[in-house]
Nanobody, 120 residues
Framework: QVQLVESGGGLVRPGGPLRLSCAAS????????MGWYRQAPGKDREWVAS???????NYKDPVKGRFTISRDNAKNTVYLQMNSLKPEDTAVYYC??????????????WGQGTQVTVSS
């Protein structure tokens, strides 16, 4: 079994920083793309940022220049550094990863979500 466990969410004031982490564990042969999504109340889940196994990154336009996605392949962990946070960034943040197991099967896994609230 593979699990993704997120941490680092919380309450932060507008303009402040927050760093999310997401660690994968279990029967992992390799990890391909990893990324972050978010879901605000009453809205659909939306993609935020992604990173390939080689380190190439992509971002949703509203977070470009404020958020940075990175990964530590040795730790099977992906991070999301969020700076200059705005109230509209408030959402539950989910990590996801495309993971190949020991049987060479690639599946998409999701974390349980972590709440990020930006408020004064």
């Amino acid at each position: 079994q593979v699990q993704l466990v997120e941490s680092g969410g919380g309450l932060v004031r507008p303009g402040g920083p927050l760093r999310l982490s997401c660690a994968a564990s279990g029967s992992i042969f390799s990890i391909n793309d990893m990324g972050w999504y978010r879901q605000a109340p009453g809205k659909d889940r939306e993609w935020v940022a992604s990173i390939t196994s080689g380190g190439s990154t992509n971002y949703k336009d509203p977070v470009k220049g404020r958020f940075t996605i990175s990964r530590d392949n040795a730790k099977n962990t992906v991070y999301l550094q969020m700076n200059s946070l705005k109230p509209e960034d408030t959402a539950v943040y989910y990590c996801n990863a495309f993971i190949k197991d020991s049987f060479s099967t690639v599946r998409r896994y999701w974390g349980q979500g972590t709440q990020v609230t930006v408020s004064s």
